[in-house]
């Protein structure tokens, strides 16, 4: 399962969000131009067990290093799929729990969550020699913080199914405890590659449930005064379900489709989610600037089926929101 985007749309710009995968996509060059220095640099900056645990190697660093580590594995990465794998995830679910904590609390709970999952895995792999890097734990709480705010949510994704591709729309929490279940699985059999560290995505995960209910707790999350102005959105939702509706026999359909004041002035482009049975077929629309309240777009062919050879139209009448 390929998780394409969610249904809820983030209130405020995801600055922290954004400025961490910044961080980590910077970090994964530095990576690329260490060369032959490579396996240096990762025993250095990743999380290695046995130097907390080892008199004999943990000699060889610094505290400032051996300190350091403990935040710098969550930054750096083992390859480019590990990279994107990492990053898109918490593009997905990130902007979300920040939306809802505020960017000085989530840039917390992102710490507090990486550095826990860390210390988990030391636990667990007391001895080992093996370094663990990667930002898999502290996104994991992301994803468990994400679950308890967002239970409702769905997870538009892409199953790959020999040669067909379906996009379906998966529940949060089914998406979310399923991806759970499995990092659980794979931890208890230690089935598959022995690199992955199974146990920090399940203690991330968990954490990340923990801290946000701390945090919330604290306070209410939304960031307020002049901060709360600047990261707030001027935009609509870039992804939006539509469920047309047509009456009687008419092979035309209507649906509805929100667009931000400041879009309706100077326009914008939309990607449209049309359900069709367990399928979703994905449309780009493009509404003109000057677009106003109730104007309605048509989208040739894409209503009823009238014949083999010709289907009927969709109408989206356009709602602007303040």
Request: glycine letters at 10%; charged letters at 15%.
């Amino acid at each position: 399962m390929i998780p394409l985007r969610d249904t809820i749309r983030s209130k405020s710009y995801p600055v922290v969000n954004l400025t961490i995968i910044v961080i980590n996509i910077l970090l994964f060059i530095v990576e690329l131009s260490q060369g032959s220095e490579l396996n240096r640099f990762i025993y250095t900056y990743g999380l290695v067990p046995a130097r907390y645990t080892s008199p004999a190697i943990g000699s060889r660093f610094t505290f400032s290093q051996q300190m350091l580590s403990l935040l710098s594995f969550m930054f750096i990465h083992g390859g480019f799929f590990h990279l994107i794998g990492n990053l898109w995830s918490l593009f997905i679910f990130g902007d979300n729990v920040e939306d809802r904590l505020g960017p000085m609390k989530y840039f917390l709970f992102y710490i507090l969550c990486g550095v826990s999952s860390g210390l988990f895995h030391l636990a667990v792999n007391w001895n080992s020699p093996i370094p663990t890097i990667g930002a898999s734990g502290a996104i994991a709480g992301v994803m468990g913080a994400y679950m308890i705010l967002y239970p409702k949510s769905k997870i538009l994704t892409l199953i790959p199914v020999f040669l067909f591709f379906p996009i379906v729309e998966i529940p949060a929490v089914f998406f979310l405890g399923l991806w759970f279940v499995f990092q659980f699985f794979n931890a208890a059999s230690m089935a598959g590659n022995q690199g992955i560290a199974w146990w920090a995505h399940i203690s991330g995960f968990i954490f990340g449930i923990i801290f946000l209910k701390l945090l919330l707790l604290s306070g209410k999350g939304s960031s307020g005064g002049v901060l709360k102005n600047i990261v707030r959105r001027d935009r609509s939702a870039r992804i939006q379900k539509i469920r047309p509706v047509s009456i009687g026999q008419d092979p035309d359909m209507h649906g509805n489709i929100t667009i931000s004041r400041k879009e309706s002035i100077s326009g914008t482009r939309k990607l449209v989610n049309i359900p069709n049975g367990f399928k979703k077929n994905l449309f780009f629309i493009v509404i003109p600037p000057g677009s106003f309240e109730g104007r309605k777009l048509r989208l040739a062919g894409v209503g009823k089926e009238i014949n083999r050879e010709k289907n009927g139209d969709l109408y989206l009448k356009i709602n602007v929101e303040d």
